[in-house]
């Protein structure tokens, strides 16, 4: 499967620890994106990176949540001291600079009790 | 800054009946428009987008969206649905100016198709 994976699929911790999420994009997509999705809304853009420079971050992304992108292939998005509002499924997607779709994975679900 | 506003959170429907869900949308720019559907346990898929070009869109499954710009609308349309339309489907613009693929969403509508 040539998609764009994440890792783990589900995840649950309990308040004040740290939790980390994995994305592998599309090989040749450039471009990856992180969106949170809580239950009954829709999708909110966290961050996004052109190979490995994040190139723009939401204001969700408050000071305990920090995403890398090290080699320009495979991202991380780590939460310190989460909290239960923290809880959420996290989506990583992946692009083609200038090409408009995304691809989306299968997501991380976050429970934090 | 733009926004999304789908009108209806859950659209039930029987199976071979047409179907339509609303979006419109709210920008000070022009934007790109996209429809995604998101089956159970999985990943959002691209059902169809606007660019430019024609204002009505086909897209995969028999979809297709027609973007009205004086109404701010792109709602999707399908006439004859099928059990395995049973999903949840998000309308998304983004900003044709930036087109950095940061794209706002709508908080879903749940189509149920009955038998």
């Known amino acids: 499967d040539t998609g764009v994976s994440q890792d783990p699929r589900h995840k649950i911790t309990k308040r004040g620890q740290n939790v980390t999420f994995r994305c592998d994009p599309i090989s040749e997509h450039n471009r990856l994106y992180w969106y949170r999705q809580t239950l009954g809304q829709g999708p909110e853009f966290l961050t996004y990176?052109?190979?490995?420079?994040?190139?723009?971050k939401s204001r969700l992304l408050s000071d305990r949540f920090s995403a890398e992108r090290p080699k320009g292939s495979f991202s991380t998005l780590e939460i310190q001291r989460t909290e239960q509002g923290d809880s959420a499924m996290y989506l990583c997607a992946s692009s083609l600079a200038h090409h408009e779709e995304l691809f989306f994975g299968e997501g991380s679900r976050l429970t934090v009790l | 800054a733009q926004s999304v506003t789908q009108l209806d959170s859950q659209v039930p429907v029987f199976e071979e009946a047409p179907v339509e869900l609303r979006c419109n949308y709210s920008s000070s720019v022009s934007v790109y428009l996209f429809w995604y559907v998101q089956y159970p346990n999985q990943g959002l898929q691209l059902l169809l987008k606007?660019?430019?070009?024609?204002?009505l869109v086909k897209g995969i499954n028999g979809f297709e969206a027609e973007f009205n710009k004086s109404q701010t609308s792109f709602h999707l349309r399908k006439p004859s649905v099928h059990i395995s339309d049973t999903a949840e489907y998000f309308c998304?613009?983004?900003?044709?100016?930036?087109?950095?693929?940061?794209?706002?969403f709508g908080k879903g509508t749940k189509l149920s198709v009955k038998p």
């Open positions: 998304a613009v983004s900003d044709r100016k930036t087109s950095q693929g940061n794209l706002i």
């Open positions: 990176f052109q190979n490995e420079a994040q190139l723009e």
């Open positions: 606007y660019l430019s070009g024609s204002t």
